[in-house]
């Protein structure tokens, strides 16, 4: 119902959706029935559809004007959450399953009136178990480093919790799991679910290829990753309560530390998990960022989804590819009908 132009529409695993185009700027003052502005900062929802296809739903969170055209971006239902503080009774959980405390965030954003979302979240459990009693804990490592750090409860409280996104996002990491938005028609309403899955949602497709220069349409687009052979990452505390995690790997470059700083973390268990995966990002090297994909016999649209790991294999100038990626997002553009993956190496 929208004259949108210059559209991309995005799906992704572990983030929100977005919608992004321009109208005509006439469209600012486009009015509902009531009076009230059609088009309106966390008051409109933008949905984009297409035939045999759930839609893509997203809440308006950006307006501008540039020139004649008004500038609209939505976001995702799971970018709601960043920047609101938890509210709520201050909760103190030991030995909590971390898919039951995205349940708890999100209950507590849906218990005000003025929300209206309606997320139904996955009842998708995990073996993973989050949060201490509080006690001091102090040891001297093998090389004679006196260590001290405090372990606790995972937390959710007003004096301490400023961004339920953070947390949900914080939780995805350190278990980790996934999530994904899903959105459909019932009548005339709109359902959200909030889809789990531990520790992964997507699976490998065997039957789907990326070919460079079949359905690949340009050489994939390369990052080169930073380097750190060490890992130092510091949370909560101060002087010798600060919490840190030291992680290392074997390497035959010259030895790089990387320091972090994550207030956040407040036990060094919950610091540890975190610093794995983070070192493991510092290989240093090229790595395939981004794929031009178009519908074909060897992948065709509908057949892999966010999430979901492929094979690609040829000539991509540098080397000869034959790997697999796991798909991070798809960005669509309805005017060409291509679309651009983020992926990493799975």
């Known amino acids: 119902d929208l004259p949108l132009t210059e559209v991309e529409v995005t799906t992704a695993c572990n983030a929100p959706a977005s919608i992004n185009g321009t109208l005509p700027i006439e469209f600012a003052a486009l009015k509902n029935k009531d009076g009230s502005l059609a088009i309106r900062k966390w008051g409109s929802l933008l949905v984009a559809e297409e035939d045999g296809r759930d839609p893509i739903v997203g809440i308006v969170d950006n307006l501008s004007i540039e020139g004649e055209q008004l500038v ?3 976001g995702g239902f799971t970018m709601y959450p960043t920047g609101l503080p938890w509210l709520g009774e201050d909760f103190a959980g030991i030995k909590v399953d971390p898919m039951a405390m995205v349940r708890k965030v999100w209950a507590h954003l849906q ?3 003025d929300v209206g979302l309606g997320v139904a979240v996955d009842s998708t459990t995990s073996p993973v178990r989050i949060g201490e009693p509080e006690r001091d804990v102090s040891f001297e490592t093998s090389a004679g480093e006196s260590v001290e750090f405090e372990t606790g409860p995972f937390r959710l409280a007003r004096w301490d919790t400023e961004d339920l996104g953070k947390v949900l996002d914080d939780l995805a990491t350190d278990t980790p799991f996934q999530y994904m ?6 009548g005339e309403d709109l359902r959200h679910r909030l889809q789990l899955g531990y520790p992964t949602i997507g699976v490998r497709r065997p039957n789907a290829t990326f070919e460079i220069g079949v359905n690949v349409t340009a050489n994939p687009i390369l990052d080169e990753t930073d380097y750190a052979s060490e890992l130092l990452l510091t949370g909560a505390g101060e002087g010798r309560k600060k919490v840190a995690a030291h992680q290392t790997r074997k390497s035959n470059r010259m030895r790089r530390v990387q320091v972090i700083a994550d207030s956040s973390l407040r036990s060094r268990k919950t610091a540890q998990a975190a610093a794995r995966p983070l070192l493991a990002r510092l290989r240093g090297g090229w790595v395939i960022e981004s794929l031009d994909v178009v519908d074909h016999d060897l992948a065709p649209f509908g057949t892999f989804g966010v999430g979901d790991e492929v094979r690609v294999v040829g000539d991509a100038g540098w080397a ?6 796991r798909v991070l997002t798809i960005t ?7 679309r651009n993956l983020k992926v990493e190496e799975a």
């Open 72 to 74: 609209i971006e939505a």
């Open 111 to 113: 218990s005000y009136d």
């Open 181 to 186: 938005e899903h959105s459909w028609w019932d």
């Open 320 to 325: 000869d590819l034959d790997m697999w990626v």
């Open 332 to 338: 669509q553009s309805p005017t060409t009908g291509a």
